[in-house]
């Protein structure tokens, strides 16, 4: 059975709870129940690799002391030791600063957790379902992203807006051109479940060729997430992918003034794709300067990209086409980003690249540091017969290989153009700019299509005189 059932096939069974209510419930009792797996999973791996390993997890609460026995422990039995045993632990934990970081690491995803079963029957259904997965198997490893994928599809009909999975080919493409190396490190201040982070740790890692170079890898990867549902998601997938401690905070990358943003707190890259659509909570507004102030997520988060990267960074972000041709609040923000950034590549992709999450056309938006002297525009091209993409029919990573052709001996053509600077600010610096090879196709059209248009003309206008002459009967 593929992960995909297995996970399907564990919803179904929490259904029958009278504990669990709707989707998001369900959601949380599944991410906990597989935190624990991975990570008593990770700590025999870190047992076998060390001579004086401690585990982080006491003894009869980890995973393979109490659930891995599909003849384990059931119903109330099983019920009172997650409620009293397990939960009460990890919620009591006392922590000091000397505490081992993995310590407060669970800790700290456990206290946003709670077990809402209460037939621990069915939960040992659940239990022994999450079994038949083997997360030291690394097959399984690599089909989490399947759990993902469907957790996330949960997540959205659970009533999560503004957030959604990024393709893995768009954070494949955005890695690749940024291209990340050992020494920098990466951060994502809307990581979500980790996506780019995971595909920047798979790049980096291509690059580790000794010990000292593993260590720094350890600490390249930066993340934050506000909700606690991706938070925990994003840190079991690291830790999965041999991260041991990540670096993921639970908190809202919005919420501190950015004038208060020191050198230390920079970093070399950053790869995101913020929530947009979004309104943040009152007072957010305030930790921007004035000029800046909105309470549209995805252009706060752009302001806090420019604070946030070092002289010499550089970073690719998704951004909606409310962007590109907003005025207002947006206006300032372009501007402040094309004189202090260079903005060289605007990525233009087609409709459906997030099906089914949003139909919300978005641009990929490459910068580093510097002023920009021109941009240059990319229209993504649908495959042949394709009209969009859709859920059935996404994108994949061969078709960015024409803009990975493209990038490095630029020249303009069918799908390619540049703006000036000046063009730009003629505009108000509005960045909506169309191919204009489409648009002179566009604005030619041929003889059948004006006959058609003035004919249609010609059919509204009897339609309108037979109307106004039984008015005036």
């Known amino acids: 059975m593929s992960i995909s059932a297995t996970i399907k096939s564990v919803q179904d069974i929490m259904r029958q709870d009278a504990g669990v209510d709707g989707d998001a419930q369900r959601i949380s009792q599944l991410v906990w129940m597989l935190f624990?797996?991975?990570?008593?999973?990770?700590?025999?791996?870190?047992?076998?690799?060390?001579d004086d390993y401690t585990y982080i997890i006491p003894d009869g609460l980890r995973?393979?002391?109490?659930?891995?026995?599909?003849?384990g422990i059931t119903g109330d039995e099983l019920i009172d030791f997650v409620n009293n045993t397990l939960f009460k632990t990890f919620k009591d934990w006392q922590l000091t600063e000397a505490s081992d970081p993995k310590a407060v690491l669970v800790k700290s995803l456990f206290e946003d957790s709670y077990n809402y079963m209460k037939s621990g029957t069915l939960m040992r259904s659940v239990i022994n379902k999450l079994n038949e997965i083997d997360f030291d198997r690394a097959s399984d490893r690599h089909l989490f992203n399947d759990i993902y994928e469907n957790i996330l599809k949960d997540l959205q009909s659970a009533g999560n807006s503004g957030e959604y999975y990024t393709p893995r080919p768009v954070t494949q493409f955005m890695v690749d051109m940024v291209n990340p190396q050992l020494g920098e490190q990466v951060l994502d201040f809307a990581c979500g479940t980790g996506g780019f982070l995971v595909c920047a740790l798979e790049h980096?890692?291509?690059q580790v060729c000794n010990i000292d170079d593993e260590a720094q890898l350890q600490n390249s990867i930066l993340g934050v997430e506000k909700k606690p549902l991706p938070h925990m998601l994003c840190t079991t997938n690291?830790?999965?992918h041999n991260i041991d401690n990540p670096q993921i905070k639970h908190d809202n990358s919005l919420g501190y003034p950015v004038k208060d943003i020191k050198p230390k707190d920079k970093v070399d890259i950053i790869l995101t794709n913020p929530p947009f659509g979004g309104i943040?909570?009152?007072?957010?507004?305030d930790n921007f300067p004035a000029n800046y102030k909105t309470k549209e997520t995805?252009?706060?988060?752009?302001?806090?990209?420019?604070y946030k990267l070092k002289q010499t960074g550089r970073a690719a972000i998704v951004l909606p086409d409310g962007f590109l041709f907003g005025e207002g609040v947006k206006t300032a923000i372009k501007e402040k980003l094309l004189s202090e950034f260079n903005l060289h590549t605007i990525v233009q992709l087609p409709n459906g690249v997030f099906a089914p999450y949003t139909g919300i056309n978005t641009n990929l938006l490459f910068l580093e540091r510097g002023t920009t002297q021109e941009i240059w525009f990319y229209e993504h091209q649908l495959?042949?017969?394709?009209?969009?993409?859709?859920?059935?029919?996404?994108?994949k990573l061969e078709e960015f290989e024409a803009e990975k052709a493209w990038w490095n001996a630029r020249k303009e053509t069918?799908?390619?153009w540049k703006v000036s600077i000046d063009e730009v600010k003629a505009r108000g610096y509005n960045l909506d700019f169309k191919n204009p090879s489409t648009q002179l196709e566009q604005s030619i059209p041929s003889p059948e299509e004006v006959i058609s248009k003035v004919s249609d003309c010609l059919t509204r206008s009897r339609q309108i005189l037979l109307e106004i002459e039984e008015l005036l009967k």
Do not use: H
Not at 280 to 285: H, L, P, R, S, W
Not at 383 to 395: A, L, Q, R, S, V
């Open 63 to 71: 995973w393979s002391d109490w659930a891995e026995d599909d003849e």
């Open 238 to 240: 690291l830790i999965l």
């Open 36 to 50: 624990l797996k991975v990570f008593d999973s990770k700590e025999k791996e870190w047992d076998a690799l060390s």
């Open 280 to 285: 943040e909570e009152d007072g957010i507004e």
């Open 298 to 306: 995805a252009d706060l988060f752009l302001v806090l990209l420019m």
């Open 204 to 206: 980096l890692r291509k």
């Open 414 to 416: 069918d799908c390619a």
């Open 383 to 395: 495959p042949e017969g394709y009209k969009n993409y859709t859920k059935t029919k996404p994108i």
